[in-house]
C-alpha cells in the first residue's frame, strides 16, 4: 500500500483490476454487464455439473469479487463502477446453479438475470447501497436469486402446461 487505502501495482491492483473486469471483458465500450454475464455463461459450461464446485465457484467469486470490486472502485473513482463485471460473471452462476437446464434454458437464465440485474427489485436495489465491493457483488446476487427462482417456475410450467 502506497498511501494507507490504495494497494500499489506491486501489491495487487492490477490483479484486482483483471478479476474486476473479468479479464479486460469490463472495458468493452458496449453493454459491459451483458458481456460480462456472457463470460458468466461460458464459465458455467466450462464448470462440471457439480453442485458442490458450482456452489465453491459461486463462493468464491463473491470473495474475490468484493474484494477486486472495491480495489476497483478506488481506481475508478466511483461506486460500482461499468468497467466491474465480476458480479454478472458471477450472478450467471447463482441464476443456473442446480437448475437442469442445456444450452436453450440457459440462454433462458441469461435473460432472466439480464432482466432482474436491470431492474433490480426489493432488495437488490438496496443491497447495492452496502459499501464497497460487497455492495458490488450482492445486489447481482439478489438479481440472480431472483433469475433462478423465475427458470425454476418456467421450467416447471413448461413441464406442467397443456398445449
Known sequence: MTDGTRPSTSSGRIPALAIATALGTGYIPFAPGTLGSVVG???????????????A????????GSWSGSVAERHFGKADPGQVVIDEVMGMLITLFVNPVAWAGALGGFL?????????????????????????????????????????LCLWLSGHLVI
Open 57 to 64: 465457484a459461486i463462493v468464491l467469486l463473491f470473495a474475490i
Open 41 to 55: 455463461l461460458l464459465l458455467w459450461w466450462a464448470l462440471p455439473a457439480s453442485p458442490i464446485v458450482q456452489g
Open 112 to 152: 432472466l438475470f439480464r432482466l432482474f440485474d436491470i431492474v433490480k427489485p426489493y432488495p437488490a436495489n438496496r443491497l447495492e447501497r452496502l459499501h464497497g465491493g460487497i455492495g458490488v457483488m450482492a445486489d447481482d446476487a439478489m438479481a440472480a436469486v431472483y433469475a433462478n427462482l423465475a427458470l425454476r
